[in-house]
């Protein structure tokens, strides 16, 4: 007799599973749980097979036999439904391993990390992908067109981020060619959308370039009231002219303290070759005093609440803005444009000597090797001179000595 509605949620538990058939291949099992499952059973091939409806009380009486009667008619059509779910969920599993975003995972975990590229280049990465998840990251990668990937970059020109924008469409582009390469696509969709895009406007990070500005913010460091470890951070940046990113990642184990020299590591660095750093008297007092703070071991500066990070990108920023000078005034970065600047109108040093302070590329190769060993003194008594000049603004003087250029 086909079943009822009463009688199924009567059904009551036993100790074994038991069947209670309705029709037409439809039966119900019965857990000791108390969970109830729809199951139909058919033959492929003179093979007995089941297959699963679902559970009830979701899957109700009416519901379990028009989904019978369904599988029952793609069998009489020479379906295996069994086989058919099977190759569905593999199909599935495929393409969840496919999605622009598992296919940009795996690129930065294994192409990125990989080759060993810079902890800053690998947040920015992630960043990237971070943007495009919202409109492309569920999507199978060979799905994408260039239509839907245009979408996300000029939302982002919209809101007037034209570098992210341009910076988006090249790691995209490195994922597409990933994908390509490990048979996951066939195209780069964003290989038409260059002239697509609004041409990012110029950056220039904010430096101070006047002599008695300069002293003002030495000054108005040393009177600043922190954490110790951002303290030393803005007292140090001044002195030394690495990026903030390479500054913020520098370990102890870079620094040799006697030796004066802090060696930072290619994977660190933006140009991706190893860049050596003479430290002057002033910053080797600086480093002693960070060794005390930070432990000496680990990032050289930790994050505020551990030591397992190194500290926020934003904390030098903010600290200049607490303390007055805002974001069209001075920069992080750009200590790194008021010491070239203040360096090359001194007329003191070989242009050169503070381009490989700056750790800029060199585009002959030949030429680059010839210069960081020739100018490595030249650099070390530039360190020295450039400690002692900021020491003499820190001290109120309105312009540079009169004997700077001796």
Same mark, same amino acid.
């Given at each position: 007799?086909?079943?009822?509605?009463?009688?199924?949620?009567?059904?009551?538990?036993?100790?074994?599973?038991?069947?209670?058939?309705?029709?037409?291949?439809?039966?119900? &099992?019965? $857990?000791?749980?108390?969970?109830?499952? =729809?199951?139909?059973?058919?033959?492929?091939?003179?093979?007995?097979?089941?297959?699963?409806?679902?559970? %009830?009380?979701?899957?109700?009486?009416?519901?379990? #036999?028009?989904?019978?009667?369904?599988? #029952?008619?793609?069998?009489?059509?020479?379906?295996?439904?069994?086989?058919?779910?099977?190759?569905?969920?593999? @199909?599935?599993?495929?393409?969840?391993?496919?999605?622009?975003?598992?296919?940009?995972?795996?690129?930065?975990?294994?192409?990125?990390?990989?080759?060993?590229?810079?902890?800053?280049?690998?947040?920015?990465?992630?960043?990237?992908?971070?943007?495009?998840?919202?409109?492309?990251?569920?999507?199978?990668?060979?799905?994408?067109?260039?239509?839907?990937?245009?979408?996300?970059?000029?939302?982002?020109?919209?809101?007037?981020?034209? +570098?992210?924008?341009?910076?988006?469409?090249?790691?995209?582009?490195?994922?597409?060619?990933?994908?390509?390469?490990?048979?996951?696509? @066939?195209?780069?969709?964003?290989?038409?959308?260059?002239?697509?895009?609004? @041409?990012?406007?110029?950056?220039?990070?904010?430096?101070?370039?006047?002599?008695?500005?300069?002293?003002?913010?030495? #000054?108005?460091?040393?009177?600043?009231?922190?954490?110790?470890?951002?303290?030393?951070?803005?007292?140090?940046?001044?002195?030394?002219?690495?990026?903030?990113? +390479?500054?913020?990642?520098?370990? =102890?184990?870079?620094?040799?303290? &006697?030796?004066?020299? %802090?060696?930072?590591?290619?994977?660190?660095?933006?140009?991706?070759?190893?860049?050596?750093?003479?430290?002057?008297?002033?910053?080797?007092?600086? $480093?002693?005093?960070?060794?005390?703070?930070?432990?000496?071991?680990?990032?050289?500066?930790?994050?505020?609440?551990?030591?397992?990070?190194?500290?926020?990108?934003?904390?030098?920023?903010?600290?200049?803005?607490?303390?007055?000078?805002?974001?069209? &005034?001075?920069?992080? *970065?750009? $200590?790194?444009?008021?010491?070239?600047?203040?360096?090359? &109108?001194?007329?003191? =040093?070989?242009?050169?000597?503070?381009?490989?302070?700056?750790?800029?590329?060199?585009?002959?190769?030949?030429?680059?090797?010839?210069?960081?060993?020739?100018?490595?003194? +030249?650099?070390?008594?530039?360190?020295? =001179?450039?400690?002692?000049?900021?020491? *003499?603004?820190?001290?109120?003087?309105?312009?540079?000595?009169?004997?700077?250029?001796?």
């Amino acid at each position: 007799m086909p079943l009822i509605a009463p009688q199924i949620r009567a059904f009551a538990p036993a100790a074994t599973p038991y069947k209670k058939t309705d029709e037409r291949g439809l039966y119900l &099992e019965v $857990f000791p749980n108390g969970s109830k499952l =729809w199951r139909l059973k058919y033959y492929v091939a003179a093979k007995e097979k089941r297959i699963a409806l679902g559970a %009830w009380p979701e899957v109700t009486l009416q519901k379990a #036999r028009h989904a019978r009667d369904e599988l #029952r008619l793609r069998i009489a059509n020479g379906e295996d439904p069994s086989l058919t779910r099977k190759r569905d969920k593999a @199909t599935a599993k495929i393409s969840a391993a496919n999605t622009f975003e598992s296919v940009a995972r795996e690129y930065i975990e294994e192409k990125m990390v990989g080759e060993g590229r810079a902890e800053g280049t690998l947040l920015k990465a992630r960043w990237f992908l971070d943007l495009l998840k919202p409109a492309i990251g569920s999507m199978p990668i060979s799905d994408v067109d260039p239509q839907m990937m245009l979408a996300p970059l000029k939302k982002l020109e919209a809101r007037g981020n034209r +570098e992210a924008a341009k910076k988006c469409r090249s790691f995209a582009s490195r994922v597409f060619r990933y994908g390509a390469a490990t048979g996951r696509c @066939t195209i780069d969709p964003t290989a038409i959308l260059k002239g697509a895009l609004l @041409t990012p406007q110029a950056r220039h990070y904010a430096a101070i370039l006047e002599p008695d500005k300069l002293g003002e913010l030495l #000054r108005a460091i040393d009177s600043f009231q922190c954490y110790p470890i951002t303290k030393l951070a803005l007292k140090i940046a001044p002195h030394i002219f690495v990026r903030p990113g +390479e500054m913020r990642h520098g370990d =102890w184990d870079e620094i040799d303290l &006697e030796k004066a020299i %802090w060696t930072i590591p290619a994977g660190k660095m933006k140009a991706r070759r190893t860049h050596a750093v003479p430290l002057s008297r002033q910053v080797i007092e600086l $480093f002693k005093d960070l060794k005390d703070v930070s432990g000496g071991k680990g990032y050289m500066f930790p994050a505020f609440h551990t030591r397992l990070r190194p500290m926020s990108e934003n904390t030098i920023n903010a600290a200049f803005r607490r303390m007055g000078f805002s974001k069209d &005034e001075m920069t992080a *970065h750009g $200590f790194r444009s008021t010491a070239s600047s203040f360096l090359n &109108e001194c007329g003191k =040093w070989h242009p050169d000597a503070i381009e490989r302070a700056l750790a800029h590329g060199d585009s002959n190769a030949i030429r680059g090797i010839y210069n960081r060993g020739n100018y490595w003194d +030249e650099r070390v008594r530039m360190a020295q =001179w450039w400690s002692d000049y900021l020491d *003499h603004l820190r001290g109120g003087a309105a312009t540079a000595p009169e004997n700077w250029q001796d």
